[in-house]
């Protein structure tokens, strides 16, 4: 399966391609991108794996991360969706789909990230057969809370994974 094609009012969510690796490893090599995602810039090399396994997670899970682009524009603004990275900590994510977003520091704050979210997760609802998603967020990534709590997202735990996490769970409405 390729990621289908969503429009919001201002943006497109589509499919990966390997033309994009070079906006995609700008993006991840951003420092303020990573401050609450490890808060190491990735490498080239790192950023072609993260791509090959958006697209592998669409072939081979039926859902995956789109990338994110301007409707105006087509400008490449960043990345979101739905992803299994068998993460090992307590509590684990189990089967259960783990949404995922990060957007350009030059959209930062235009309601972006809750468009995208928004229409990522109503694609969610009508194709995947479980009723909750979840996430994990920086307990001091306020902009990335509020954005989840907005979606319907409520904390339930935290975990240490690579330093302390907070875990949020949505139940399909």
Not at 57 to 81: D, N, Q
Not at 91 to 96: H, K, L, R, S
Request: contains cysteine; glycine residues 10%.
């Amino acid at each position: 399966m390729i990621a289908p094609v969503i429009e919001t009012e201002r943006l497109v969510l589509r499919p990966h391609a390997k033309a994009d690796l070079d906006v995609c490893a700008a993006l991840w090599s951003d420092p303020e991108v990573v401050r609450f995602i490890g808060g190491r810039a990735f490498t080239r090399e790192e950023s072609w794996a993260r791509l090959l396994r958006y697209v592998g997670h669409w072939r081979e899970m039926g859902f995956g991360f789109w990338a994110v682009c301007e409707k105006s524009s087509g400008r490449f603004v960043g990345e979101l969706g739905l992803a299994d990275f068998m993460r090992s900590f307590e509590p684990g994510f189990g089967d259960t789909p783990e949404m995922g977003w990060v957007l350009s520091p030059a959209v930062h704050g235009k309601g972006y990230a809750s468009e995208a979210i928004a229409a990522a997760l109503a694609w969610a609802d009508a194709n995947l057969a479980g009723a909750r998603t979840v996430c994990m967020i920086n307990p001091q990534n306020a902009p990335s809370l509020r954005a989840a709590d907005k979606a319907g997202f409520r904390e339930y735990a935290r975990a240490d994974y690579h330093g302390e996490v907070v875990l949020l769970e949505r139940m399909r409405p």
